[in-house]
């Protein structure tokens, strides 16, 4: 055995947990929870000014709070939990020691102080330039200054994960090939790093023309890099949190990956093609060629949506095959029937899986159609798109693994169960609602980040369609859901990590329970005997809404004035 | 499971059950399918952004847009000139804070060279309830041909943020038969 | 959640030979190979690209 470090044996996996790495662990996803709350709370003050009733923000307040919720969710919640992840999947899923643990609590300052800083620039009302801060609008300096040492300090969480995984295979704490979560995680890493280091390419120089010593920053090159860490952000987050649906899925049923070879080949596709799609962004750019715009928007011919749909059939497939390897075998669905809706990490893992597919995956591929993306670019369907990927989806998911960490990380019972049972529902539906009624909205042309669509006080008057009006108004009221939903977690687990029953070093759990690992379903020679017939009919269901989806929006296109 | 080292130590090996394979290769056939449905519409389809795109300054971009309006104004709307250049011109739309300028009007059926800058910061063309969307930059000019199929009276919005004003950027465009 | 704990205990079973794993096993076991592609690719295909064909846009007459 290699050096010794400080470790407790966790009574439910056996693992050795390292001191170090669960006090980052706390402490990263505690400061994301906060983060959370206060941009979910900007994000509810967005929809009701959104909802056209209500109007509640004045119009600098409005742009104000969504610079703020954009900042404070899209990067600071994400990103503060990602780091949690990394350190999880590596140092504590590989039963090692954290590689740095000084270094990784540098970056956590780092962040901590660049997102503190940002936000109280945002706050002082003279950067409320939006998330993108699209050149030539300025923020004042610490907004950038903020952006900067929040990437520097996750640039330094990702060298430790790098670091941990060198440790653990120099120390033998594990055999042979890194698990199918932390190869996750891994990828999650890999696409963090280019992220990072495109956001420090164009905000350094950005920053330095906000103080006066750069003349000039073009802005088709700005929003170009820009994009690079803008959008490959959200890729870390689809990496992490399908990561995060293989360990849940394995926490909860023990299921195996029904293939080592393909999953990983799936993270691969990631690795290598996912943040291609950062030009979903510049599709309605001038002078960036047609090639460069279907090679990128495509992911190169669609070999991440091939990842993504393989992840698709897999992690359903592997807890079919663990349920029914259990007996629960009695037709197409008795194994998703009888699975545990009750357990908020379950249910949350899953509508997880179910919105990210059905509402973000297919709205994002067909809105990242060089053409299509004619008819909404920019509209509210964009938002209505990413939320379904990034709150549906990786929220959701990270939301779901909280409920497993509380107990096993901060060795806490879980309080109000009852809450806790109900939130991922309440949360879930209210985000569905916000992604379904915005990308209504935008397709009845609605803009994105605007905070009057009567244009009461233009000179020129335009009217939307009624229907446009109660779209907005369906997704305030959707969004006053998700905001219940979002209190429910923060209360649950604040209260938990706080004021929940204490485990003794040596005590299990009562919940969740961790069942004993299932027959495996992907030993040699098995392969020919896989009956997932359940996950069959899912990926079907899925596939079939993906086409007509994608060709009815063909149809709406050919309706459209020409123009070439 | 997926939170242990792979069981066995050469699971590159392992055989792949049917079923997945077959899913791989639909879905890997889909994503052909719409990549070249891309490729497919610039030849066949009606609606393609162009390639065309140049470096101006605004104030070149303005004087261009300038000499239009003096050419061929037709009335003026709200302080606006209403413009309405001939079949197959070229046609310039200035965005700037938080202007689209001048109005257009258009004949039915008829292609226009459509020039748009902007002047200041990004701004987004929105042509509503038409639903095209198109990025607008300080410094680069874009050229699209558009041929107004429907007559009636367009909104142009800005769907970009642009600042306090963004949503009261405006404009119009006539299409008359 | 057992199988991987008793790392003390001296694993005699059959250790293949590295060259025994496949090749793409053998890239797909090594982060920093990974790190680096998943980084060139995007580098090459979206931000290099990209810049040549802004800074080439031609300049209006």
Known sequence: ?564 | MALTPPSERIWWRQPIAKIELIWIIVAFTWGLIMFFMMIYWHGAGKQNLSNEAYQIKPQAFAQKAQAMIDEYQVREESGFPVVRPPPGSDVYLIARLWQWWPILEFEKDQSYRLHLSSMDWQHGFSLQPVNINLSVQPGYEMIVTITPDVAGEYGVLCNEFCGIGHHNMVGKIYVVE | MSENNNVDAPTSEEAPEPEDIPMMQRLLDNPFVLLVLGIAVPAVFYIIWGIIEITQIPIAD
Request: proline share 4%.
């Open chain 1, 1 to 564: 055995m290699g050096k010794l470090f400080d470790y407790r044996t966790c009574p439910t996996t056996g693992l050795r947990v390292d001191r170090a790495a669960e006090n980052l662990i706390k402490a990263n996803a505690v400061v994301a929870i906060v983060f959370l709350a206060i941009g979910g709370l900007f994000g509810l003050l967005v929809a009701l000014t959104r909802w056209p009733a209500v109007h509640f923000l004045p119009a600098d307040w409005f742009y104000l709070a969504l610079t703020a919720h954009g900042f404070d969710v899209l990067l600071v919640w994400i990103i503060f939990f990602e780091m949690a992840v990394l350190y999880f999947a590596s140092a504590v899923v590989l039963n090692s020691r954290l590689a740095g643990p000084k270094w990784a609590w540098t970056g956590f300052g780092l962040m901590l102080v660049g997102a503190v800083t940002t936000n109280v620039a945002v706050l002082q009302g003279g950067s409320s330039v939006m998330f993108t801060s699209y050149v030539p609008m300025m923020a004042e300096p610490h907004f950038y200054l903020g952006v900067i040492l929040f990437a520097v300090g996750a640039l330094l969480g990702c060298g430790v994960f790098f670091g941990t995984l060198v440790v653990a295979k120099r120390e033998k704490t594990y055999e042979g090939s890194i698990p199918l979560v932390t190869f996750g995680a891994l990828t999650a890493a890999i696409i963090a790093v280019f992220t990072i280091a495109s956001g420090a390419i164009i905000l350094i120089p950005t920053l330095l023309w906000s103080v006066g010593l750069v003349s000039h920053i073009d802005p088709l090159i700005y929003k170009t890099i820009w994009w690079a860490m803008g959008h490959s952000s959200q890729q870390i987050n689809v990496a992490a949190h399908v990561a995060v649906w293989y360990a849940i899925a394995a926490m909860v049923f023990g299921a195996k990956p029904l293939s080592e070879k393909i999953s990983r080949m799936a993270f691969l596709m990631y690795i290598l093609f996912l943040q291609l799609a950062s030009a979903h962004h510049l599709l309605a750019e001038p002078g960036l060629s047609s090639e460069w715009k279907i090679f990128n928007t495509s992911y190169a011919m669609y070999l991440a949506v091939l990842g993504s749909m393989i992840h698709g059939l897999s992690v359903p497939g592997a807890i079919e095959a663990a349920q029914r390897s259990r007996g629960l075998t009695k037709g197409m669905f008795e194994w998703l029937r009888k699975a545990p809706w009750d357990n908020p990490a379950f249910s949350g893992m899953f509508m997880s899986l179910v919105f990210f597919g059905f509402i973000g995956g297919i709205s994002g591929v067909v809105m990242g159609t060089e053409q299509i993306n004619l008819i909404m670019h920019n509209t509210i369907y964009v938002p209505g798109h990413f939320h379904g990927t990034v709150v549906a989806g990786t929220t959701l998911a990270f939301m779901a693994i909280t409920y497993l960490l509380v107990p096993l990380i901060f060795r806490r019972e879980l309080m109000m169960k009852k809450i806790a049972r109900w939130q991922p529902y309440v949360f879930g539906f209210g985000v569905a609602g916000i992604s379904i009624f915005m990308m209504g909205a935008g397709t009845l042309g609605v803009s994105r980040r605007h905070w009057d669509m009567t244009f009461a006080d233009a000179v020129l008057p335009f009217d939307y369609p009624a229907a446009a009006y109660l779209m907005m108004t369906l997704n305030g009221i959707f969004a006053i859901l998700a905001a219940i939903g979002g209190i429910m977690f923060v209360v649950v687990v604040v209260g938990s990590v706080f004021f929940g029953k204490k485990l003794a070093e040596d005590e299990k759990p009562s919940y969740p329970e961790v069942p004993p690992e299932s027959v495996a379903v992907s030993h040699y020679g098995s392969s020919e005997t896989l009956k997932i017939p359940g996950t069959i009919m899912l990926v079907s269901i899925f596939f079939v809404a993906f086409v007509l989806y994608y060709f009815v929006n063909w149809k709406y296109l050919s309706e459209v004035w020409p123009l070439s």
